[in-house]
């Protein structure tokens, strides 16, 4: 069992930055690929950007290549989201999910967090 919690959300400008955090639980959390998936109103969840337990691999969708940045802190159970040049089209709930493997689909995830609200103001 793996149980996640958000922080970081908030309302920014058009050209801001935020950086997300996702703290897990649990002793195994390394053995975890770690996402974050968003939600925009009326839309389904997308897939954002996703880090192997080891963080030798990352994977990002083409919508947020070149401004945001998925890492993760293993001795502190952790994962971040840096989003920087964000856009209006960005504001979406954020979650955080973890499977074991990695993978880009959110309906592959095991666990998932509450979410944080990010707005983005043009």
């Known amino acids: 069992q793996v149980q996640l919690v958000e922080s970081g959300g908030g309302l920014v400008q058009a050209g801001g930055s935020l950086r997300l955090s996702c703290a897990a639980s649990?002793?195994?959390?390394?053995?975890?690929?770690m996402g974050w998936c968003r939600q925009a109103p009326g839309k389904e969840r997308e897939f954002v950007a996703v880090i192997s337990g080891n963080s030798g691999r990352t994977y990002y969708a083409d919508s947020v290549k070149g401004r945001f940045t998925i890492s993760r802190d293993n001795a502190k159970n952790t994962v971040y989201l840096q989003m920087n040049s964000l856009k209006p089209e960005d504001t979406a709930v954020y979650y955080c999910?973890?499977?074991?493997?990695?993978?880009?689909?959110?309906?592959?995830?095991?666990?998932w967090g509450q979410g944080t609200q990010v707005t983005v103001s043009s």
């Open positions: 999910a973890a499977n074991p493997l990695i993978t880009r689909e959110p309906a592959r995830y095991d666990y």
């Open positions: 649990g002793r195994t959390f390394n053995n975890y690929a």
